[in-house]
Each structure stands twice: as C-alpha cells, then as structure tokens.
C-alpha cells in the first residue's frame, strides 16, 4: 500500500518519469472520487419582489384595521355610508387580514410554495375588499388595489429555470 507521501506520483518523481495526469492542472484532472456540485438555486427577483411587497401591503392592512377599531372618524364616510359592514367589522377584517398576509410574505421571502399560493390568493382578497371599502378611503383603496395586482403578478412570475 501506498500512503499520500508516498504514491504513485512519488515513485514516479523518484524514477524521474511523468504521467499525462500530474502534468494538468488538478481542476482539470477527472475526478472520479467527488460529484459535481449542485447549482445553488437562488431566488427569483419577482419572488422576493413580491415577498416584500405582501408584506409590506400587510403592515398596511393592519395600520388600517387599528385605525378603523380606534378612530373611524378617521375616514371620510360614516357608517352608514360603507358598502358592507361597519368601521368595527372592517377593522378587525383589515387586521385579520394584515397579519395573515405578513406570515405569507416571510413565506415568500423564503420561497415557500404554500405562501405563493397563499399571496396570490390574499391579494386577490385585499384588492375586493378594497374595492368594498373605496368609499372610506378613496385614493388609499386604489394604490392597494394596484398593489394587489402588482403582488399578485410577481408571484405568479415563475421562479428561475422552472420549466412549465
């Protein structure tokens, strides 16, 4: 047997002969004894895009549903002028709503599949909802349909070397 210092190359150095092997370069050698390395997969810019942006749209709903629990005067109708629901109703919805979507944000930022799914389906729900509420909150209602939309497009981008 031979040892690391004393293999095959060392006999050869010693009888001052050369393979074809120790004359390449070793990252050129074929290396049976290791695999290729896995490319490391990274995320799609959309997703993590998309991720922030649910997240974001989340802290949104929540500061909304704490504003219609604490200070529905706070917004430009009455009650009795919302399309459904009152300011109460509302505010726990936006806060249910907000939290939910800010669970399934860090779940996109992490690439998980069920929070894509998840997203596309909350901003789908934020964007309705809105459109119910755009009587309270006319201009703010829009931008977070838009941004619903927008949500919703990255997340349906898919990742990076997917094949459909």
């Given at each position: 047997m031979s040892s690391p210092q004393t293999g095959p190359e060392s006999h050869a150095k010693a009888e001052g002969t050369t393979t074809p092997e120790?004359?390449?370069a070793p990252e050129q050698q074929k290396q049976w004894a290791m695999a290729p390395a896995q490319p490391?997969?990274?995320?799609?810019?959309?997703?993590?895009?998309?991720?922030?942006?649910?997240?974001m749209?989340?802290?949104?709903?929540?500061?909304?549903g704490i504003t219609a629990l604490f200070r529905p005067t706070y917004y430009l109708v009455g009650t009795a002028q919302l399309l459904v629901f009152d300011f109460n109703a509302w505010?726990?919805?936006?806060?249910a709503l907000g939290v939910v979507q800010v669970v399934a944000g860090v779940g996109c930022l992490y690439g998980q599949m069920w929070a894509r799914m998840t997203g596309i389906g909350l901003a789908a729900l934020s964007a309705i909802a809105h459109l119910a509420f755009l009587a309270a909150f006319p201009l703010w209602s829009l931008l977070v349909i838009a941004l619903s939309?927008?949500?919703?497009y990255g997340l349906m981008v898919p990742p990076r070397g997917a094949t459909a």
């Open positions: 120790q004359t390449t490391a997969t990274s995320m799609s810019g959309w997703m993590a895009f998309a991720g922030s942006l649910i997240a749209v989340g802290v949104f709903n929540i500061i909304g505010g726990w919805f936006w806060l939309v927008l949500v919703i």
